[in-house]
């Protein structure tokens, strides 16, 4: 049986470090699938690009493509420039069937990979009660994104840690060194910052600035090619193939 190809769209960096985690990700996923044909492309500053890889797979006559954000959110690139791109690949590539898939986030297994990276950073289970969480992600002009960032926040401060608060790092405020001060002026004995973004670069380069600046104690890593988040692209990944054979059973 022929299954889709799965091509993870990140938004690309001048950064080598994004790359080479993009990279580390995605052979973690075909690790935990053998068989399942996984290609990266990225939307702006790395090769190969989304028009590139979709065209190399339909000269090499891949029948069908789902195409994954490698987001966070639902803000303006999986709104308005993946689908954009995609428009015009299955214009010029007729005979190539592209899906797209949802973004990963909201998503429990997100929040497993955040909290991998904090007790990989000095956290343990008993701090939660004494530690303030900041969550800090890269930042949006998108309502619907902020909103979302603002209840994982609350979804995380149900789980024992004695006060979490968003910051972003771009487009919104509050900043992430901003949060470390007024959690410190609340009287929060402990400070961990968790970075809510995949890999590095110039955003998370800031959030660690931040974090540095106001004397967090705790500075997590992102989340990089955590396992957690090799599964949620395969969970994304069947969901969009799931969703398309509904659509068949239901038009037959």
């Known amino acids: 049986m022929s299954f889709p190809v799965l091509l993870v769209i990140a938004h ?5 470090r994004h790359a080479a985690t993009v990279h580390a990700l995605t052979s973690r996923v075909r690790a935990q699938r053998p ?15 989304v028009p590139r890889v979709l065209e190399r797979l339909a ?12 987001l966070l959110t639902r803000a303006f690139h999986a709104k ?15 005979r190539l069937r ?11 297994l997100l929040n497993a990979a955040l909290e991998r990276r904090l007790y990989e950073a000095g956290v343990r289970p008993g701090d939660r009660s ?21 209840e994982i926040a609350r979804e995380l401060r149900h789980t024992g840690w004695c006060s979490v608060r968003p910051a972003f790092a771009s487009a919104s405020l509050p900043r992430t060194e901003d949060v470390v001060r007024a959690l410190r002026a609340e009287g929060v004995r402990r400070v961990a910052v968790a970075p809510y973004v995949i890999a ?9 600035a931040g974090a ?16 957690e988040l090799a599964r949620l692209l395969l969970d994304r990944y069947d969901e969009a193939n799931a969703t398309a054979a509904r659509r068949v059973a239901v038009s037959a």
């Open 98 to 108: 592209v899906r797209q898939a949802e973004v990963l986030g909201p998503s429990p």
């Open 35 to 49: 068989g399942l044909r996984v290609e990266t492309a990225f939307l702006d500053f790395n090769a190969p690009s």
């Open 130 to 150: 004494s530690t303030g969480l900041v969550l800090a992600s890269a930042g949006s002009s998108d309502p619907e994104a902020i909103a979302v960032i603002a």
């Open 212 to 227: 540095a600046e106001a004397g967090a104690d705790v500075l997590a890593w992102v989340l990089g090619p955590a396992p």
């Open 12 to 16: 690309g960096s001048r950064d080598p």
């Open 200 to 208: 590095p670069g110039r955003l998370p380069d800031r959030i660690a």
């Open 80 to 94: 308005s420039d993946i689908p954009a791109v995609l428009r015009e690949a299955r214009a010029a590539l007729p």
């Open 59 to 70: 000269a090499e006559g891949a029948p069908e493509v789902v195409a994954l954000p490698l």
